[in-house]
């Protein structure tokens, strides 16, 4: 996993819950570099996954609502640090269908060890798309997450169902525009 993930969600945490619950999670036994991280590293997507659900249980909360939560606030990060992706003139479901074609292939041209998922992406009518997350990482609530933070930034208002398909691997999204 690139740092970037983990040092962003870091600051999330710093940011919404406090410097003094950023530095426990450092803390936490099992973590690869021993609690550095830097956000031109590559570091196992376990960390990731320790750093998360030791907040998730220290907030008494799913694994998932964190991971949701995580996406869309990093989705912000994203049209800051990448402005090259975001074209205002493109529209939602545009964006969306670029990000396996265009945004994520060029990720891998940038970072050649990141770990990306695929989307399987079809617009079923103007107001509906499905998205379809195939991943061994199953981070589909990461997924929810940075599509709801997408709708944000192209000011739409959307309804989003997910069904998983395959014990997190395989996950469907049904996104409704408001
Ligand atoms: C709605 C839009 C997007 C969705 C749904 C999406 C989805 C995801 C997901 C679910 C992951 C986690 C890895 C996995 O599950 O296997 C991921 C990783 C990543 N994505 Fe995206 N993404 C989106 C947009 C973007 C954009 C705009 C950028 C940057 C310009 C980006 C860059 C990355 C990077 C750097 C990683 C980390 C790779 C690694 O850790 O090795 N994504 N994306």
Same mark, same amino acid.
């Given at each position: 996993?690139?740092? +970037? +993930? !983990?040092?962003? /969600?870091?600051?999330?945490?710093?940011?919404?819950?406090?410097? =003094?619950? *950023? #530095?426990? &999670?450092?803390?936490? #036994?099992?973590?690869?570099?021993?609690?550095? /991280?830097?956000?031109?590293?590559?570091?196992?997507?376990?960390?990731?996954?320790?750093?998360?659900?030791?907040? *998730?249980?220290?907030?008494?909360? *799913?694994?998932?609502? %964190?991971?949701?939560?995580?996406?869309?606030?990093?989705?912000?990060?994203?049209?800051?640090?990448?402005?090259?992706? /975001?074209?205002?003139?493109? @529209?939602?479901? =545009? /964006?969306?269908? @670029?990000?396996?074609?265009? %945004?994520?292939?060029?990720? &891998?041209?940038?970072? $050649?060890?990141?770990?990306? $998922?695929?989307?399987?992406?079809?617009? !079923?009518?103007?107001?509906?798309?499905?998205?379809?997350?195939?991943? #061994?990482?199953?981070?589909?609530?990461?997924?929810?997450?940075?599509?709801?933070?997408?709708?944000?930034?192209?000011?739409?208002?959307?309804? %989003?169902?997910?069904? #998983?398909?395959?014990?997190?691997?395989? +996950?469907?999204?049904?996104?409704? &525009?408001?």
């Amino acid at each position: 996993m690139k740092g +970037v +993930v !983990i040092t962003q /969600f870091l600051e999330m945490v710093e940011e919404r819950y406090g410097m =003094d619950v *950023a #530095d426990q &999670l450092l803390q936490s #036994d099992g973590l690869s570099t021993h609690g550095v /991280f830097t956000s031109v590293g590559t570091y196992p997507h376990t960390d990731a996954v320790l750093l998360m659900s030791t907040l *998730a249980r220290r907030r008494n909360t *799913a694994l998932g609502a %964190i991971l949701q939560e995580y996406g869309e606030y990093l989705f912000g990060y994203f049209t800051t640090q990448y402005p090259v992706f /975001f074209n205002e003139n493109a @529209s939602f479901f =545009d /964006f969306l269908l @670029s990000v396996e074609e265009v %945004i994520h292939p060029e990720v &891998l041209k940038l970072y $050649p060890d990141a770990q990306l $998922p695929r989307f399987q992406s079809e617009l !079923i009518n103007e107001q509906t798309m499905r998205m379809v997350y195939l991943s #061994d990482r199953c981070m589909g609530p990461f997924a929810h997450g940075l599509i709801l933070g997408c709708a944000v930034y192209f000011n739409v208002g959307v309804r %989003i169902a997910s069904r #998983d398909l395959d014990n997190g691997r395989k +996950v469907e999204f049904i996104i409704q &525009l408001d």
